[in-house]
């Protein structure tokens, strides 16, 4: 045995034996260079304390964005090994929380399906928090045609809360999802798949006076909040990420749902005028944090109930 392994063994020995805690697990993609799917959502989780397993789904050197774009989708048998080494851990059976965002490809999103559809059956996966990234109102759709119908078909039924923009909310309930009325319909005919909650952003507001507004609508089975802020005229990635990151936290805190979404907006918001205000090409997710837990009393974007 060299002097190093003898070393390494020597120090397992002597290791600690308690699992470490996990709050959440978030499966989404990686960025060398700016804020997107992991690289938006788990220095915000970390900042407000958040203790995060962090599963890569891409490797990009940044998004899509620009006239260069490096790195690979990893492969679907390398994300199942990343899956099934927290299974061995015990990572997923004890972490209160899985979120996933942008998986890259249709055999990624699977190998994801069947490592939840497993957990399920065992009784040990997460509550669930989808963020089905598919595309926008501006963009279209950014992914392979076939991971929409992994989210529909295996993914929506197994989610306990689900967070599209507009656009996303209208390819899973395949009906109208721009305008608020329809989204809101939307939403509550996606609570008929197994979600108990949808958390609707970048709505558009119907009302005359809100023609520059957006709304987020948090449907429930049992009842609705509308959440309205004015729309900025800036177009970075990372927004649903982050919104998604704030929700759980404050979810894990304990907030009531309407209460997290108004922290969550709050945050998001700020990492938008932060951004402008600065001029960055990229979010700027360090704002997040300040701005969700400042909103005390009343708050920024109330929740208002429909």
Not at 221 to 250: C, I, K, N, Y
């Amino acid at each position: 045995m060299s002097e190093l392994e003898s070393h390494l063994v020597h120090e397992r020995r002597n290791r600690p034996q308690g699992p470490s805690p996990v709050d959440l697990v978030s499966v989404q993609s990686q960025l060398a260079y700016g804020y997107a799917g992991n690289s938006a959502a788990v220095p915000v989780l970390r900042m407000l304390g958040v203790r995060v397993a962090e599963v890569p789904t891409t490797l990009f050197s940044n998004t899509p964005f620009y006239d260069t774009l490096r790195g690979h989708v990893l492969p679907a048998d390398w994300l199942a090994d990343l899956l099934a080494g927290l299974d061995e851990r015990g990572v997923t059976a004890r972490a209160p929380l899985l979120a996933s965002g942008y998986f890259g490809s249709v055999a990624n999103g699977e190998a994801f399906a069947d490592w939840l559809e497993r957990n399920h059956a065992a009784g040990t996966a997460p509550r669930y928090l989808l963020d089905p990234v598919i595309g926008d109102t501006h963009t279209g759709a950014y992914v392979e045609p076939g991971l929409e119908a992994v989210f529909v078909q295996r993914l929506l039924p197994l989610a306990w809360m689900v967070t599209p923009n507009a656009f996303e909310l209208e390819r899973l309930a395949g009906r109208p999802a721009l305008l608020e009325s329809d989204a809101l319909e939307a939403a509550r005919s996606l609570l008929e798949r197994g979600p108990e909650w949808v958390l609707a952003h970048s709505v558009a507001s119907e009302a005359e006076d809100e023609a520059d507004d957006l709304v987020t609508l948090l449907v429930g089975r049992e009842q609705a909040w509308r959440l309205r802020s004015p729309r900025l005229h800036v177009d970075v990635a990372g927004t649903g990420d982050v919104l998604t990151a704030l929700m759980a936290t404050f979810l894990l805190r304990g907030e009531a749902p309407q209460r997290a979404a108004e922290r969550a907006l709050a945050g998001v918001h700020a990492t938008l005028e932060s951004t402008l205000a600065n001029g960055w090409e990229e979010l700027d997710v360090q704002a997040a944090p300040a701005a969700a837990l400042a909103d005390e009393g009343v708050a920024r974007f109330p929740a208002v109930a429909l």
